[in-house]
């Protein structure tokens, strides 16, 4: 590590008070190693005037207006999707303390923060690049973040009426899904919402996208696994003539008939893994495989 001191961008959700417990306890540790500490201003908000702490930080910052050597989420996979996405293309590694519940992604726990620390300045981490997937949507701007991590799905609205996804490969029509919807997942959101849907659990590192049908009227309708390289087109028919578009979570409504593109975006997303915590041990004990119940 060069003698400048490390500088770190912090994100946060507003809603557990357990994690300003978690929030001090890294501050202390960085600073210990004189580390530039900056805070997303919502956040810093929520630590100093809802949770009333004394936050001595090199700076508090706004949207995008920030740079730093490593980025942490302070929260579960949620905070950790939204982290990512705020850093878009900065190139900045992300890595995530898990205040949250399931934490795939948000792989370090409170009681390790200490051993975390220690990692970063001795460089005893890795830096893992994941996929990122891009929105297009015909007509309209996008009001959220046109960039997805975990995954992108086309959602039912309003009515218990399944909708029609027309969907295309590479210009090439694939079929027509007839289901409460459909999703499209990087290998990192595999794990999540495309799981809980019947979807593979996909290794970080293969080159694959997969759509994943949410509820199919047939029970011949599979989830089919894609290069990432492949441009997906979606378009929707529906009873209430709208439907939900979600964006690794940040969902809008959109009117039947809109054109979307999906394609894999021109940046990867960076994560830090610490020694001793592989992808594969994290999903042995997330899932708890093997575990004999009797």
């Known amino acids: 590590m060069s003698d400048k001191p490390?500088?770190?961008?912090?994100?946060?959700n507003e809603y557990q008070a357990k994690k300003s417990t978690a929030m001090q306890k890294i501050m202390a540790l960085l600073s210990q190693?004189?580390?530039?500490?900056?805070?997303?201003?919502?956040?810093?908000?929520?630590l100093t005037k809802g949770q009333h702490l004394d936050m001595n930080v090199a700076g508090i910052f706004d949207d995008d207006d920030f740079t730093a050597d490593f980025a942490v989420s302070m929260g579960g996979d949620g905070t950790l999707l939204r982290t990512a996405s705020r850093v878009g293309h900065k190139g900045i590694p992300v890595f995530g303390v898990n205040v949250g519940r399931l934490g795939f992604l948000a792989d370090v726990n409170p009681t390790e923060m200490e051993r975390a620390?220690?990692?970063?300045?001795?460089?005893?981490?890795?830096?893992?690049?994941?996929?990122?997937?891009?929105?297009e949507v015909e007509g309209k701007p996008l009001k959220t973040i046109p960039y997805a991590i975990n995954d992108v799905a086309v959602l039912k609205r309003d009515t218990a009426s399944m909708i029609s996804v027309r969907a295309c490969v590479n210009d090439e029509y694939l079929m027509t899904y007839q289901a409460d919807g459909l999703i499209v997942t990087t290998p990192m959101g595999s794990t999540a919402y495309s799981l809980s849907n019947g979807g593979p659990v996909i290794a970080p590192n293969a080159d694959?996208?997969?759509?994943?049908?949410?509820?199919?009227?047939s029970l011949n309708v599979r989830p089919i696994a894609l290069n990432d390289d492949s441009v997906i087109t979606l378009k929707v028919e529906s009873r209430s003539?709208?439907?939900?578009?979600?964006?690794?979570g940040r969902s809008e409504s959109l009117p039947e008939?809109?054109?979307?593109?999906?394609?894999?975006?021109?940046y990867r997303i960076k994560v830090v893994r610490f020694s001793g915590r592989s992808y594969f041990s994290t999903l042995r004990e997330k899932m708890t495989w093997g575990l004999d119940h009797r």
Not at 33 to 46: K, M, S, T, V
């Open 6 to 12: 490390l500088e770190f961008a912090f994100f946060g």
């Open 33 to 46: 190693h004189g580390a530039r500490i900056y805070i997303d201003r919502p956040f810093y908000e929520f």
């Open 117 to 135: 620390v220690a990692a970063i300045y001795s460089g005893d981490f890795t830096v893992n690049e994941h996929s990122v997937l891009q929105i």
């Open 208 to 217: 694959i996208l997969c759509l994943t049908p949410v509820a199919p009227h």
């Open 241 to 248: 003539h709208n439907f939900l578009v979600a964006i690794d």
């Open 257 to 266: 008939g809109t054109l979307i593109t999906i394609r894999k975006a021109g």
